[in-house]
């Protein structure tokens, strides 16, 4: 159980264009649901927080018109990347909080590897 | 905030060794440390974790340490394998449901057959 699925999970797409990044929870209710960016042989870095229903919480530094979180159902969330520029080219990946079972334990998404020419 | 620092970047060991990764946090309200492993282009994957309320704990070749009191914790590996070979992050949350994890910048480990 626990499976959290990410769409498209590779995307090239030209510089000033947006793409949209899904985030399920295959098998269980999210409440909440985090996005995170990873450069290249570098950590995890939280971009932010989503919760359903309500807005978004970004982490310092990240620009909330860049990134657009919705969490429109407890089974799925997506981040949309705004006029994309090459800097933005990254690994995103989501993770989901299950509601049951009062765990702190989150769940992954496989990834979307997003690249901006 | 919260703020992990991890260490080392980079751990080579011979296949059979034992592998150790330290990591600090600086927020004592966090009470939630898991630990991940992330093969190249995969997703981070929970290999053990620890909370507040305990000191340690072993899964087989795994086994995590915490001390509260110098705030660090750290993971153990056993009788290293070839397939042991990726990425390793800790993190450190407030654990209350929903609560964001603040990962480690990540130790390399290499297991030389």
């Known amino acids: 159980g626990a499976v959290v699925s990410q769409h498209p999970s590779r995307v090239i797409c030209k510089s000033g264009t947006s793409v949209k990044i899904e985030c399920r929870s295959l098998d269980f209710q999210a409440t909440t649901m985090f996005w995170y960016r990873q450069f290249p042989k570098q950590s995890l870095m939280l971009m932010a927080t989503?919760?359903?229903?309500?807005?978004?919480?970004?982490e310092q530094g990240v620009e909330k018109d860049k990134f657009l979180i919705n969490h429109a159902s407890l089974t799925l969330s997506t981040l949309t990347v705004t006029s994309a520029h090459p800097e933005d080219s990254s690994f995103y990946i989501c993770s989901a909080d299950s509601v049951a079972g009062g765990t702190d334990t989150q769940y992954f998404g496989p990834g979307t590897r997003l690249t901006v020419l | 905030g919260e703020n992990v620092e991890q260490h080392p970047s980079t751990l080579s060991v011979q296949e059979g060794d034992s592998a150790v990764i330290k990591c600090t946090y600086s927020d004592s309200a966090s009470n939630y440390f898991p630990w991940y492993k992330q093969e190249l282009g995969k997703r981070p994957q929970l290999i053990i974790d620890?909370?507040?309320?305990?000191g340690e704990k072993k899964d087989q070749r795994i086994a995590v340490t915490l001390n509260k009191t110098a705030k660090h914790f750290s993971l153990h590996i056993t009788e290293t394998q070839p397939e042991d070979s990726a990425v390793y992050f800790c993190a450190a949350s407030q654990g209350n449901q929903g609560g964001k994890l603040i990962f480690g910048q990540g130790t390399e480990l290499s297991v030389k057959p």
């Open positions: 989503s919760n359903e229903g309500s807005k978004a919480t970004y």
């Open positions: 620890i909370r507040s309320n305990v």
